[in-house]
Each structure stands twice: as C-alpha cells, then as structure tokens.
C-alpha cells in the first residue's frame, strides 16, 4: 500500500492551491458567493488552464486523470476556500458528455469554453432518480421535455444542461438542452454559491440516451465524492481557525485554550476529521470499481456526521465572533453543514448502505 | 403526587387560549411561524395587545402593574402564547430591566421608569457584553468616571440585540480599577441618543441583523441614573442572570417547533410516501418528543418547587443546557425535513415565489444557524457546567 500522492496530482493541488489562496481570498469569496451571479465568472477560464476539469475525466475520454483521487484532490482544494465556482454541476455533466461519447462536449468543457449542469432532482424527488415526473415526449425525431427541476448547482451559470427525465418506456433517459432554451430562476444558498430551479414547457432536447439510470447514479456518485473531499478540505481549515482563535482568545485572565473542557472538543473533532479522511479516500479507490455506491454511500454519510459536528462546534467554540457573518468561519460552518444536504443526506446514505449491505 | 393541573389552573389555560385566539392576528402569527424578521411595530404593537389585558409584565408584582402570577401561570401563558405563534416578548425592559428596579431602584427610578416600559414609551437594550468581556463578564472595562453630578463614560459595549430599536440601554460600567473585579461594576441606565453613542450593527451568519455594537465616547449621564449603589453593581448583575434564566428551558418553543416539524413531516413526500413514514426520520422526531417530554416534566418539577422560593442555579443550569439543546435539535431535524430544499436563500427564493420548501418551512436553515446563539448567550452551556461542577464538587 502507498497512500501518497503521484507526483503529477501532487502538482495540480499544489498549483491549485496557490491559485485559489490567491484569487480567492475569503473576503472576495465571501462578496461574491451571495450575490449574482454568485461566482467569479472571469476566473473559469484560468481554472481550465490550470487543468482543473481536464483532470476530472480519463485520458481515453479527453481528459488526463478521471480517477477518484483526481477528483478528490481538485474538490478538496475548493473546500479549502469555499471556492463558490459550479464546479460539481461541470463534473457531473463532464462525466455524462464523456459516459455517452460526446466528444467535441467534453474537449469545450475542459477547455473553459462551454459550462454544463446537470438537472436531476425534483421537489418530490429528492434522493431517488426512480421518483422523477419531468417527461420526455418524442415525436419523429425529435424530443421535448416537460417538468421542473430544482436545486440544480450551477443551473445559473450553465450553456447546457443535462436533464434527467422518464421517457415513453419509462425509463429514465439523459436528455440535452440549451440552457437558454429553459425557464431557469437562479438564487443563491444560505451557505454561498449559485443554483437554480429550471422550467421545462416542451423544451426541444437532444436525447444521449434512453436508458441512462445507472450512469446518471455513477455521475451522482462521482459528485458525493467530490463533496466528501470539498467538506474535507473545509473541515481542514475549520479546525486550524478554530484551533488559533482558541489560543488567542483571552478569558479569566488566560487564553481558552487552557481550559481542558475545549481541548477535549477540538481533540474529538481531530479525530473525527481523521475519520472523515480516510473514508474519503476509500471512496476515492473505490469510484471505478463494483464497490462504488456502497464507498461512496459510507463517505457521505460520514462525511455528513463529521461536517454536522465540525461546524456546531467551531461556532459554539469560538461564542459570539463565530455566529457572525464578517467572520470567515462561520462561512465555513454553514458550508459544512449544507453540503450534507446535497446529493442526498446522511439518512439517505445511510438507508443506501443498510440495502446495500444486505443485497 | 397528582401530575394534574388544578382546576384553577386549567382555567387560566383558557382564558389565555380565548384571548389569543381574539387578539393575535392571523397576519402576525403566520410571520411567527415562518421565522420572518418582526419590525419593531410588529412587537410594539403586540407588547400593546398584551399590554391592554394587564399580561405584559408577567414577572411583576400587582403593585407596579403585573399580573401578579406564579411561577405555574407564568409557564401555562408562555405554553400558550409560543403555541398560538404569538411573538416573543422582548426581554429586556419587561424581564430583566423591570425586575431589577422594583428590587433595587429608588422610589423616583419605579415611578419614572416602569410605567414607560409598560405602555412601551421606551424600548431598553442590555450592554452588558464587551469584545473582551463575554463568559468572563467581570473583565470589563467601559469606564464611567464621576465629574461633579454626572458620569462620563467611555468604551465598547457589543452583542447589544435589537440595540437598533432601543431608546436606553442598562449598562455595567467599571467606575473602579480597586480591589477586586467585581467590586468595581455599577449597573446605570443611559439614554441610547445622548451624544457621543454610536450603535453600528453585526449582521449575523444567516444574514440576519439583530445584534449590534455600541460605542460610548464622553457620554455624560447624571448620576441619577445609577441603580443600587455605586461599584456593587455585580449584585445586580447577578440577580438578572437568575432572570434570564426563568423560561431558559423553553419548553413553550420547543413544543410548539415539535407540532411544526411534524407537520411539515407528513406534508412533505420523501420517495412517494410522506416523510413522517420514513422510519430512520421518525425516530429521529420520536427521540426528540421524548426528550422534550421529560424537559417539560423537570421544568415543572422546578416550577412547582420554585413557587416557594427561589431555583437553585444549578437546576437552572440544567434546564439551560437541555431546553437550548433540545430546541437547536429540533431546528436541525426542520431543516433536514427539507433535504436541499433548505438551501435557498429564504427571502430570495419567497420573494421569486421560487421556494421548493412550503412557505413555513422556508426559513428553517436560517432559523438553524441563528439558533446556534441559543448555547452561546445568557451563559453559554459551557459555563453552565462549570457551575453545576462547581455544585458537584463543591470546588
Ligand atoms: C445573538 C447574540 C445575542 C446576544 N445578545 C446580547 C445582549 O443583548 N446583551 C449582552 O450584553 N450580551 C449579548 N450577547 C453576548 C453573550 O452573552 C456572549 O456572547 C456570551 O457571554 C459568550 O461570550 P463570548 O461571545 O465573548 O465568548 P467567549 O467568552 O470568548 O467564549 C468562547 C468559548 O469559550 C468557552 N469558554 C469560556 N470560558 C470558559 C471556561 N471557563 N470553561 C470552558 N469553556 C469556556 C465559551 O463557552 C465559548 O464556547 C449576545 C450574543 C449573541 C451571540
């Protein structure tokens, strides 16, 4: 076993890293990530040419790396920042372009020069792709699709977007549209970034695939590990801010790191993150194996429990600094916390492994 | 033991039922129940309401225009205002400043100052906490230094909530760096627009503005306005925190935000049935009632005995720390309820009509982050235990 880096990933963090703690200051991502259109739209560009989305599919696909660990190390790097780009909605839909050989897609996306999301979930279809009511209708030809999706991350910032509906057969097929061509109202979380709930009145649509449940679950799984590094990452930085406030922090004539009831606590948070580590990589190994929803599965709701505690107690630790918005880690707090929400939550992953466990 | 209410008591239940149910407008209530911001007409004119049938003042005696009730009435009225979805009345003036003057205020302070909290006349605001002076209160350094027949005040109060709204503001100033901390505070009552006061406001992790900063450069306040004695305002502080803390446990709150989350759980549709079927989020909703159901008990337990005399601090600790707990609970199994629905920005995705969440569910993330500041405020849980330790062990 060897759990270090290759040599290239370790450049692309590096290099990844660097630009981010540049060009992401918490500030400016604190400015940004709330008010339209809630990212920096200017940067996506130099993002590709460091090689960010290259790196997010496999080289036979266009791409150079596509490994679970090259996903983790790019998402990781983003939580370290609260980077508020969409991210997740491109790797997702690029890993989509790529599963049904939509090359010139693919090439355009990694180049920085097309964006994508992918539109999946529904009010009452929250978890479960076998719930989805948006319907794809064809006539020769051509197809339209009818419904709404919602919370669709990067929906707002998207050329395309990939849509998952129920088709004739009742399957549940992958279906592209022009974003344009959609009524999309794009809002931003409570924890930074954009997202949008996207109309479809007969919406004509290219199909890429009329049966494309399970890749849609591998692309939705791709992205669970992706949230598992970003929250990683976030809980990283959390812990260290948390770890010097309580140093700094002057109370009864001492820092409030003295008092050992606190030390308990950032130590079990220590532990937890380490924890939250390693089932992360796991996940990472096991992406492109049969064992994939079931690591995955176990990540997330994990990752879900850590972020849950990481966050609570950093703002109960740091008192009154830590509910305020001038301050960076309550940012972070929220982020931690909402990122359990996405792609389904520690309950979620939790029924998935109980079922899985027992197949 | 008998686990009834009396006869008396259910009575009084409901009057208070019939009188909110004529008084509290449908308007009102469904802002309470969707965690709206409230402006300060909202609970000015809601404190008015309250004020007209003599229930505004629940802690004060007959004589200086309270009810007069006890400890198990002033719960039943509190059970009852939090399930109709009635605001919170604002503490400061009614809860905290009130109590202390009819204890330790002058003849002239009670006839001056508590009327004008009554009819709402004046809106007061708490400056006890500084950047430097949070859990360790005794360390703080607001200067009031005596020349001739005023003070002349000088530093940083902060957290001050609804400062924005307030006309005064109750203080504890350091009018002496001898002997011990604590033997230097006094408690004085200071005018928010006298010059030289600036309040500049924080906007807190949800986006929500409720608590602000307030600056005092060289304000002048006449010695009048000192309550008690000079440097024992500690006395004073310390007999508010034991009123900040009657009703810490919030069972009202909690079970009226109980009855809510059930709601919203067999409202919303979680793989074709309605999520209160789900059995891993059932259990989670059951835990939480029994726990709730055994805060309620203990408060009671503690009421009933407290109408004999006082609570000891550490069972009011206790209740703190369960009843804060219980609540943050609850708010995060709400906005579990909603899966990524929770993540909108609240007002954004009301205001757009774009809401996936039903409209009372909207603001659930919200209302869980802002009540993070449950176990942080009025002695944060860790201090609490420091004070049931200090009972434990006698230390
Ligand atoms: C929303 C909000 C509203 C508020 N409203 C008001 C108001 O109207 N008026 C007012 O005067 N104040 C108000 N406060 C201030 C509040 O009382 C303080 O935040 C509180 O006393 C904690 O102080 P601090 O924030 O300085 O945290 P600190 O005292 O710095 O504490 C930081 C952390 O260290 C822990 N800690 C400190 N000492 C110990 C110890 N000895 N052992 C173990 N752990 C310890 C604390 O529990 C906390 O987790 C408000 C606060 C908030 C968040």
Redesign the interface.
């Known amino acids: 076993m060897n759990f270090n880096q290759t040599d290239d990933r370790r450049m692309i963090s590096d290099s990844l890293r660097r630009y981010l703690a540049d060009q992401y200051p918490v500030e400016h991502r604190i400015k940004i990530a709330y008010d339209a259109p809630f990212h920096d739209a200017k940067k996506w560009g130099e993002l590709a040419e460091l090689g960010i989305l290259g790196a997010l599919v496999s080289e036979d696909q266009g791409g150079f790396g596509g490994e679970g660990f090259d996903i983790a190390i790019v998402f990781e790097e983003f939580g370290r920042t609260l980077c508020p780009e969409p991210m997740l909605g491109n790797l997702m839909g690029l890993r989509l372009y790529a599963a049904f050989g939509q090359s010139d897609k693919v090439d355009a996306i990694i180049a920085g020069t097309a964006r994508t999301a992918l539109a999946v979930f529904e009010a009452e279809a929250f978890t479960d792709t076998s719930e989805i009511a948006t319907s794809a209708t064809q006539s020769g030809e051509n197809w339209t699709l009818s419904g709404r999706k919602s919370l669709v991350y990067g929906g707002h910032a998207a050329d395309t977007l990939l849509v998952a509906a129920r088709t004739p057969a009742g399957k549940i097929g992958l279906f592209e549209i022009e974003a344009k061509a959609a009524d999309i109202h794009s809002y931003a979380m409570i924890d930074g970034g954009g997202a949008a709930e996207v109309g479809l009145d007969n919406v004509s649509a290219k199909c890429l695939s009329g049966d494309a449940g399970e890749t849609i679950e591998a692309a939705l799984d791709a992205g669970r590990l992706a949230l598992c590094a970003e929250a990683v990452g976030a809980m990283d930085v959390l812990k260290e801010m948390t770890k010097d406030y309580l140093m700094q922090r002057q109370q009864f004539g001492r820092p409030i790191a003295t008092f050992q009831a606190l030390q308990h606590r950032l130590v079990d948070l220590s532990i937890e993150i380490e924890q939250a580590r390693s089932i992360t990589i796991h996940a990472a190994g096991a992406v492109d194996t049969p064992g994939r929803a079931l690591a995955v599965a176990k990540a997330k709701n994990l990752i879900g429990r850590a972020g849950k505690l990481v966050a609570e107690e950093a703002v109960q630790m740091h008192g009154g600094i830590g509910m305020t918005w001038e301050y960076a880690g309550s940012h972070y707090a929220k982020r931690l916390t909402m990122i359990d929400a996405q792609l389904g939550d520690k309950e979620d992953q939790l029924r998935r492994v109980m079922e899985l466990m027992s197949a | 033991m008998d686990l009834n209410f009396t006869p008396e008591e259910d009575a009084f239940r409901a009057e208070v039922r019939s009188f909110l149910k004529d008084n509290l407008s449908e308007e009102l209530a469904t802002k309470v129940r969707n965690g709206e911001e409230l402006g300060k007409a909202d609970i000015e004119s809601w404190h008015a309401t309250l004020q007209s049938r003599n229930w505004l003042a629940a802690t004060w005696p007959v004589e200086y225009g309270g009810p007069g009730w006890n400890a198990v009435q002033r719960h039943i009225f509190d059970e009852e205002c939090c399930l109709a979805n009635a605001p919170r009345i604002v503490p400061f003036g009614l809860g905290m400043l009130g109590p202390v003057l009819i204890k330790f205020g002058t003849e002239k302070q009670k006839a001056d100052i508590l009327p004008r909290i009554l009819d709402g006349s004046d809106w007061w605001c708490q400056g006890y906490?500084e950047p430097?002076a949070?859990?360790?209160l005794a360390?703080l350094k607001t200067r009031a230094i005596r020349e001739g027949d005023d003070y002349i005040i000088n530093g940083q109060k902060?957290?001050t909530t609804l400062g924005q709204y307030a006309d005064k503001i109750f203080c504890l100033v350091r009018t002496s760096t001898e002997g011990k901390r604590q033997e230097g505070i006094s408690f004085v009552l200071v005018d928010i627009k006298t010059p030289g006061i600036e309040v500049r406001p924080?906007?807190?992790?949800?986006?929500g503005y409720e608590v602000n900063e307030v600056f005092f450069s060289d304000v002048r306040v006449p010695v009048s306005n000192l309550v008690g004695v000079e440097n024992e305002g500690w006395t004073i502080a310390k007999f508010l925190l034991t009123h900040e803390r009657t009703g810490i446990a919030g069972v009202g709150a909690s079970t009226q935000a109980l009855h809510e989350l059930k709601a919203l759980a067999r409202k919303l549709?979680?793989?074709?049935k309605p999520l209160i079927e789900d059995p891993?989020?059932a259990a989670?909703i059951a835990e939480a009632e029994i726990d709730l159901e055994a805060l309620r008990m203990t408060n009671l337990r503690v009421l009933v005995d407290a109408s004999g005399g006082a609570a000891s601090n550490t069972i009011a600790s206790m209740l703190k720390i369960k009843g804060t707990v219980i609540r943050q609970n609850l708010d995060?199994l709400a906005?579990?309820a909603?899966?990524?629905?929770?993540?909108?920005?609240?007002m954004?995705?009301l205001a757009?009509n774009?809401a996936?969440a039903p409209p009372e569910a909207a603001a659930s993330?919200?209302s869980?982050?802002n009540n993070?500041?449950l176990?942080?405020?009025g002695g944060?849980?860790?201090i609490q235990?420091n004070i049931i330790a200090k009972d434990i062990f006698g230390a």
Request: glycine share 12%; proline share 6%; no cysteine.
């Open positions: 906490s430097g949070g859990s360790d360390s902060t957290w924080i906007k807190l992790i949800e986006g549709k979680r793989r074709g891993l989020f989670r995060d906005r579990r909603l899966g990524p629905a929770a993540a909108p920005f609240p954004e995705a757009g774009l996936v993330a919200a869980y982050f993070r500041k176990s942080i405020f944060s849980n860790e235990r």
